[in-house]
């Protein structure tokens, strides 16, 4: 069930109706929200429900003990089984055939011939997700951050929420899971910034980011026959794309979560604003990049243990990130490069200078600050020609055809209003850029945008289209 489609909009009016109805019954509204939330999932395919119940099961069980018991040998036994049942899942489903194929290739290289076939495993949607996400309320429990939750419904509403379900943010549940303990009261003031935000992800998702798409996928498709200006504009237009079809997504979530009186963390905020490499993983999928900084940069020593073990250990970070992502070598790549564009700046002590916004304290930013910004846009464009393309080979054949400059003309056309509407989302991120969401928060640009939005989905029929998030798949 897609979040740009009638069906979902059908269902979540009939849920929403029913939620505020029984709002002040705490336990019948979380019951309430974790049967759509699995009506919400099993729309995919309902086979795979077990997962997240078998999951759910398994951490708020061994919660239970860490928290009982005074042993810490037992405590240690019980987290490894959590880790262990979590992490056997995502690497059964997600990464079984690329370790297949793999191993086949090493031993036909060594001139073994080997003759396994590829497993047909079918990836579930969103199991990197809700695997983190379960998983860190157990490591949680075991550092003694939180005290494990006896209410199981409670828990298992938090898992499966099903507005950040599929896609993120992944959310921990020293933050998410209190407030399903506590009783949610409208706002009409939430309910609109909630409503504007959902529409300025329909309106990132849809316009933006499904529009990019079609030139995105006819170039990386047939990259050969391209010309280099054309190869630059598909990177280009690619690296809009997957910002705005992913932050599209977390809007929205973000946006459906306050309209039900809940609070979501903020997964991206303005990532290409950002100066330097740091300061882009400081504001690209946050959710991701401080779980990965709080459960394996810091627990294998962060930067404590000198500068070698701090390099070992941010190409860890980097590498995992990417691997996560997907079975494939251009994601491996993706995180080694993005390892390589951090270590100068970690080398040299740079790698915190821009903590603040751009312009923090001007209206327009210095050359220095739009020359930073730049060189990491054009850094972080390389790489998602990595991160697009379905090999290593064609990223590495797309980057080679890329320089050449053999031709710098180029027959694709791109309509002037996909080129506007790039604008006018980098206008409102740079305006909301010191404090999020603020561009909507004068009610007349807010009814402004709606009514704009809507005509322009009206107008374009974009909204037949349907096209899932590029997230899902990971």
């Known amino acids: 069930m897609l979040f740009n489609s009638f069906t979902f909009w059908i269902f979540f009016t009939l849920f929403f109706m029913v939620y505020w109805l029984i709002h002040q019954k705490k336990d019948l509204r979380n019951i309430w929200i974790l049967l759509a939330s699995y009506v ?14 078998i999951s759910t099961l398994i951490d708020y069980f061994v919660a239970q003990q860490i928290d009982k018991s005074t042993d810490r040998r037992r405590k240690k036994w ?20 690329f370790f297949i ?37 157990t490591i949680d429990v075991y550092r ?22 599929v896609a993120g943010p992944i959310e921990r549940a020293q933050r998410l899971l209190p407030q399903f303990l506590q009783k949610t009261k409208f706002s009409f003031r939430n309910a609109q910034i909630g ?38 504009l598909g990177a280009v237009l690619f690296a809009f794309q997957i910002y705005c079809d992913f932050s599209g997504y977390s809007d929205i979530a973000i946006g459906l979560s306050r309209l039900l009186g809940f609070e979501l963390m903020t997964n991206f905020r303005y990532p290409y604003f950002s100066r330097d490499i740091a300061e882009f993983w400081r504001r690209w999928h946050i959710s991701l990049s401080t779980w990965f900084r709080d459960y394996l940069y810091i627990p294998l020593g962060g930067s404590k243990n000198g500068k070698y073990l701090a390099l ?51 209206i327009l930013p210095s050359f220095k600050s739009i020359f930073g910004l730049a060189v990491t846009f054009i850094l972080t464009t390389f790489a998602w020609v990595f991160f697009r393309s379905a090999s290593a080979s064609d ?9 050449q400059f053999q031709n710098v003309g180029t027959d694709l056309l791109i309509p002037i209003f996909l080129w506007v509407e790039i604008i006018v989302l980098l206008l409102i991120d740079y305006l909301s850029r010191k404090k999020d969401f603020v561009f909507f928060e004068n009610q007349f640009i807010q009814i402004l945008f709606l009514i704009a939005t809507i005509i322009q989905l009206i107008l374009f029929g974009y909204y037949e289209s349907d096209q899932s998030f590029i997230y899902f798949q990971f």
């Not at 003694?144 to 379900?165: E, G, H, N």
């Not at 499904?210 to 630059?232: G, K, M, P, T």
């Not at 700046?345 to 903590?355: H, M």
């Open 312 to 362: 070992r250990n941010i190409f860890i970070i980097f590498i995992v990130s990417g691997f996560w992502h997907g079975a494939n070598w251009t994601f491996i790549i993706w995180g080694a490069l993005h390892a390589l564009y951090y270590v100068p700046l970690f080398i040299f002590g740079t790698n915190r200078n821009n903590l603040d916004v751009i312009a923090s304290e001007t």
């Open 195 to 232: 409503t504007s935000q959902i529409v300025w992800g329909l309106f990132k998702k849809i316009v933006i980011a499904d529009n990019c798409a079609i030139y995105v996928d006819q170039i990386f498709s047939n990259y050969a026959q391209q010309d280099s200006l054309s190869l630059i």
């Open 101 to 137: 194929d793999n191993f086949v290739e090493v031993l036909q290289t060594i001139g073994f011939q080997a003759n396994m076939s590829t497993l047909n495993i079918i990836l579930p949607v969103g199991i990197s997700f809700y695997t983190f996400q379960t998983m860190s309320y």
């Open 40 to 53: 919400f999932y099993s729309w995919w395919d309902w086979r795979f429900l077990s997962l997240i119940i």
């Open 144 to 165: 003694q951050k939180m005290p494990a939750t006896s209410r199981i419904i409670d828990f298992a509403a938090y898992v499966s929420f099903f507005p950040q379900l």
């Open 395 to 403: 990223a590495f054949d797309y980057i080679s055809l890329m320089f």
């Open 78 to 97: 019980l987290l490894s089984l959590s880790v262990i049942a979590n992490l056997g899942f995502l690497a059964y489903f997600k990464y079984a055939n």
